[in-house]
């Protein structure tokens, strides 16, 4: 069974369009999270949400919109898309961070813009 | 600012070699840290350290964390060519919220 889901594993797509990459986890985890890593493997930080509720959001443009219908599900939306978006994107989830640190990561989305 | 980096950038050694990839940081609000391999997909968990001076094991792997001189090193004896990957080393930050502040990777490649 795969723990932490990703759709679409790749995505190609034009400027200026509006798209989603959606994320589940079956691990009943607490907090889910989403990362941006670069050409260059540079993983950072973009947002965080624990039981539903945002808690981090890293200086991520406001094109970018996370939504979290329920805490198994962490779905990103990005609009207007730019040529510097294109990345691979990760989601990770955790147990209450306050309990165990370790975060469970997806499979990735690679995201290109032409 | 915080920051976690890793040397060297990239390694290439022969099977039976043994390496050990470096991984410094300056984080407030340290809670962590921990080792991650990414082969072409997600990064897999291999380590996670709270204490200096403790040594981790899992077969040829092994990690160790001084949290004095703010460093951790990730040891690889009797490398095989699975175990070329990036070796990623991540800070867990926690204050209110928590967040892994990742280093740049080592590219390692094993050659036959």
């Known amino acids: 069974d795969t723990a932490v889901s990703q759709t679409p594993k790749y995505l190609v797509t034009q400027m200026g369009n509006d798209k989603s990459i959606k994320c589940e986890q079956n691990?009943?985890?607490?907090?889910m999270y989403w990362y941006k890593q670069d050409s260059k493997k540079f993983l950072k930080i973009m947002f965080s949400?624990?039981?539903?509720?945002?808690?981090i959001n890293e200086t991520v443009p406001n094109r970018f919109s996370p939504k979290s219908p329920d805490k198994a599900h962490l779905n990103l939306h990005i609009n207007s898309l730019e040529l510097g978006d294109s990345a691979v994107y990760f989601c990770?989830?955790?147990?209450?961070?306050?309990?165990?640190?370790?975060?469970?990561f997806g499979p990735g989305t690679r995201l290109t813009v032409l | 600012e915080d920051k976690v980096v890793q040397s060297p950038l990239s390694l290439v050694v022969h099977e039976g070699d043994t390496v050990t990839l470096n991984c410094s940081y300056e984080?407030?609000?340290?809670?962590?840290l921990l080792w991650y391999k990414q082969e072409k997909k997600a990064p897999t968990f291999l380590f996670m350290l709270?204490?200096?001076?403790i040594e981790k094991k899992s077969g040829r792997l092994s990690s160790i964390l001084d949290k004095k001189e703010l460093f951790s090193i990730l040891n690889i004896t009797a490398t095989q060519t699975g175990d070329s990957a990036v070796y990623l080393c991540?800070?867990?930050?926690?204050?209110?919220?928590?967040?892994?502040?990742f280093g740049s990777g080592t590219r390692l490649l094993v050659r036959p």
């Open positions: 990770a989830s955790s147990e209450n961070p306050r309990l165990s640190n370790e975060q469970f």
């Open positions: 691990l009943g985890h607490d907090t």
């Open positions: 949400y624990n039981n539903k509720e945002l808690i």
């Open positions: 984080v407030t609000n340290f809670r962590s």
């Open positions: 709270t204490s200096s001076g």
């Open positions: 991540a800070v867990g930050w926690m204050d209110s919220s928590y967040k892994l502040i």
